[in-house]
């Protein structure tokens, strides 16, 4: 039930249209102000009255629709009360019908394209993938249940002049053994000792140069070298993939692209918009405040900036995309402005579709340093390994008796690392810290999955069945103090919210929802026994407990996160 409509269809302001009343209907940050208000500053100006004289004039024209119980005017606001019961009623039934797994939205025949994770070659997965693998992954879901066709792309960074060098050290140095043990650890090592080495030795450089070229003419031994270490490195971060529950529709990533370039190459030069500076060709942005765009180095090369043209104008002749985003760390702001920039200049009517959906760093908390060159990074594997370990020992004091310790130390201890991950607004720089990202009472995934798994133990202690049983009894009347009304309110903006997290590509918000949903739930189990010798409320508070669980748990698998029944 949408409140917000309800009430915006009763009140009635000259000029000003249904629409804008609905938009600006809002929830009272105190609660004694009752479940929504209507601000009436913004119609000041067109009403010529004071926000004062309008609210009261409002409210003595309203004709109040039965939820709502009462409409004050305070201060040039008008202030809602619903009918609790009613809205508890409303609430519940409406998620009982969402059963324990929320059915995603009708398709609204939109695509939304989304390029996270976007691994590079050879390169090791480390705790900087963390933000973009995590936000892409959530944003991806969020979009499914919203109705909304989302194509996963992982635009893998597999062209290049160091997949040259790579081949070539590779043939000085390699050793199948250990690559095929040690995976990507071992083709990073190859990679710092050829910079080391090329210091020294200017010859590498050439040789490097060298394999490039082979592998772009398609030289058979190259290529099958280079294929090697793409699907080493493919099966290596697969594993972390499987353990975020991350998946990808597709892996077309920048050696897709190389033939699909000249095309483009040629569309720019057709429209006059290639320049050339000192040998290279590229677009001049001057008049955007932007340095140019480069196209084509010096010696005919193709750059990143190339490629993802190439790979816009594939995705929206592939996808025919609503929106393309891309969830890239913000260091990439200016190559994703340049580039969304020059499509506009080509004529593309959907260049403004396009998003760079930006976000911090992370740093461990003590400051370990995450550079690649030296190769002493802190690995993504090695951080969901230490928490999970962690999380066992936690585990193993707070519950010593529970079954398949280690299946729920892997749910808490991945969660705890993706929560933090997303739990805070994208663009700011986050310092993890174990402790923290474990504490069962802060605001954190194992604090979530634990009132989750209270809910899920109050439930089978109360013999609960299931809603469509407990529901037909319900006394509604039971669930209307206070802190019951709290926890059906949040209940009942679920949706919203996770909209909301769509329209501003924030999974955060979704994060601190389900913290006030757990900390209202919380208070709702200090205040109230929830099985008592009352049936009539027990069975109310029953399933309210229901939807409290179900709604944690859905929340919870948007951000990626799985919901154990006990901790
Ligand atoms: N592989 C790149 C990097 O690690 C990120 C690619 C992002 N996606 C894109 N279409 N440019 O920096």
């Known amino acids: 039930m949408d409140y917000k409509r309800v009430i915006a269809q009763a009140i009635d302001i000259e000029g000003v249209s249904k629409e804008e009343i609905y938009a600006t209907i809002s929830v009272p940050p ?62 519940l039934c409406a998620l009982t019908q969402k059963g324990e797994t929320f059915p995603p939205h009708n398709q609204n025949g939109k695509t939304v394209c989304l390029d996270y994770s976007s691994v590079n070659i050879a390169k090791p997965f480390h705790i900087g993938h963390l933000l973009t693998t995590a936000i892409g992954g959530s944003l991806y879901r969020i979009f499914n249940y919203l109705g909304y066709k989302a194509v996963g792309i992982n635009h893998l960074g597999d062209w290049g002049t160091q997949f040259g060098k790579l081949v070539s050290a590779y043939k000085r140095w390699g050793n199948d053994n250990d690559i095929r043990t040690r995976g990507v650890a071992a083709l990073s090592e190859l990679y710092v000792r050829f910079h080391t080495e090329a210091e020294t030795d200017p010859a590498l450089d050439e040789e490097g140069r060298y394999y490039f070229k082979k592998i772009e003419e398609g030289d058979e031994d190259a290529v099958r070298i280079f294929e090697w270490f793409k699907k080493i490195t493919l099966e290596e971060v697969q594993k972390i993939y499987d353990r975020l529950g991350i998946t990808f529709d597709s892996y077309a990533g920048e050696s897709f692209y190389n033939d699909k370039m000249q095309p483009i190459i040629d569309e720019l030069t057709q429209k006059g918009l290639l320049s050339e500076s000192e040998g290279a060709k590229v677009v001049n942005l001057e008049s955007d405040g932007m340095p140019p765009c480069l196209i084509l180095k010096k010696d005919g090369a193709t750059l990143y900036a190339t490629r993802d043209l190439a790979a816009a104008v594939y995705r929206h002749k592939t996808y025919d995309f609503s929106k393309c985003l891309y969830i890239v760390a913000y260091q990439q702001n200016l190559h994703f402005k340049q580039v969304f920039k020059v499509l506009e200049k080509m004529g593309k009517p959907w260049a403004n579709d396009c998003v760079h959906v930006p976000f911090g760093m992370v740093s461990l908390e003590g400051g370990a340093s995450l550079s690649t060159r030296k190769g002493n990074v802190v690995l993504l594997k090695d951080v969901l390994d230490t928490a999970v370990d962690k999380a066992e020992k936690i585990i193993c004091e707070k519950n010593p008796a529970l079954e398949n310790k280690s299946a729920v130390a892997e749910a808490v201890g991945v969660g705890a690392i993706v929560f933090s991950a997303l739990n805070t607004s994208r663009i700011k720089d986050m310092v993890f810290s174990y402790d923290k990202a474990l504490s069962f009472e802060g605001e954190t995934a194992p604090y979530l999955q634990y009132t989750h798994a209270r809910c899920a133990s109050i439930l089978q202690k109360g013999g609960f069945s299931s809603p469509e049983r407990a529901l037909p009894s319900v006394d509604w ?91």
């Open 30 to 91: 105190k609660r004694e102000n009752g479940e929504y208000c209507l601000p009436c500053f913004k119609f000041s100006k067109a009403l010529r009255l004071s926000p004062v004289a309008i609210a009261d004039k409002l409210k003595a024209q309203i004709v109040l629709p039965p939820v709502v119980r009462s409409v004050e005017s305070v201060a040039g606001y008008l202030n809602f009360k619903l009918d609790r019961a009613c809205l508890a009623k409303d609430t």
């Open 477 to 567: 009347n039971q669930l209307t103090d206070d802190a019951t009304t709290d926890v059906v309110t949040l209940l009942g903006r679920y949706d919203d919210v996770v909209a909301d997290a769509a329209q501003k590509y924030e999974p955060c918000l979704i994060a601190r929802y389900l913290l006030d949903l757990a900390q209202s739930f919380n208070r709702f189990y200090i205040d109230h026994r929830v099985i008592t010798e009352d049936a009539c409320a027990t069975n109310a508070r029953l399933l309210l407990t229901a939807c409290v669980k179900a709604t944690l748990k859905n929340g919870l698998r948007l951000l990626l996160i799985d919901a154990p029944e006990k901790m």
